[in-house]
């Protein structure tokens, strides 16, 4: 089916640059200019509505990236309290930050955030004294950082399926627009120029062709390409 409205976008490319190249012979006709506008104004939304495509693919290729950076931050300051809290000997304050990095990374993705969330909570009551262990100023913000933007893309890749399925359901609704206005009015308006025109007719019939169908000394209105 993609492969399908892929050749179909590039037919109705293929018409347009023909009919607005013969402009001068239907310019005066009301109905014709309607529909190639039409036609137009919906290759043009079809466009639009794919480049808002955003895949769940890349979303979860960011939140891969998102991750490692929260690991990576969280770390620093796992590593930072653990050795404050050894130093205090406070045992309880020392299991809240001692983990290694693949502890950290063990788990699904919620628990992996709420160990890297939970380093934070542990360390801001305490942020001076990690700061005397040479924790960069900004180390506890950028994690907070991290762990905030993993979050929001925990689900982000179902929610994105979930758009992207609606904006193509719209595309599909555009594609069968387009369908209905070739086969019902402008490929029936198009079998006047025919003889009168008969080089614009031949070039709309061939630019007519869905890409891997050819059709065989049809009329363009009867022929129809296989869907």
Known sequence: MKDLLVRKLKMYRNLLAVLFGYRAIWDTSEPFKTEINNLDANMKEIDEKGLSLKGSQSVSEEKKQMCQKMLGAALIVSGIGTAYASQIKDSGLKAKFDFTKSELAKGNEIEIYNRCAGISKAAEPILDK??????????????????????????????????????????????????????????????????????????????????????????????????
């Open 130 to 227: 990690l700061l005397a262990y040479n924790m960069p100023a900004n180390q506890l913000t950028i994690l907070n950082q991290y762990t905030s933007a993993f979050d929001e893309l925990i689900s982000a890749p179902r929610e994105v399926r979930k758009a992207d399925k609606s904006i193509r359901k719209e595309m599909l609704v555009l594609y069968d627009e387009c369908d209905t206005l070739l086969d019902e009015r402008l490929d029936k308006m198009m079998l006047i120029y025919k003889e009168s025109h008969p080089d614009f007719y031949l070039e709309y019939s061939n630019a007519r062709v869905i890409g891997g169908w050819h059709k065989k000394n049809e009329e363009v209105g009867d022929a129809k390409p296989p869907v």
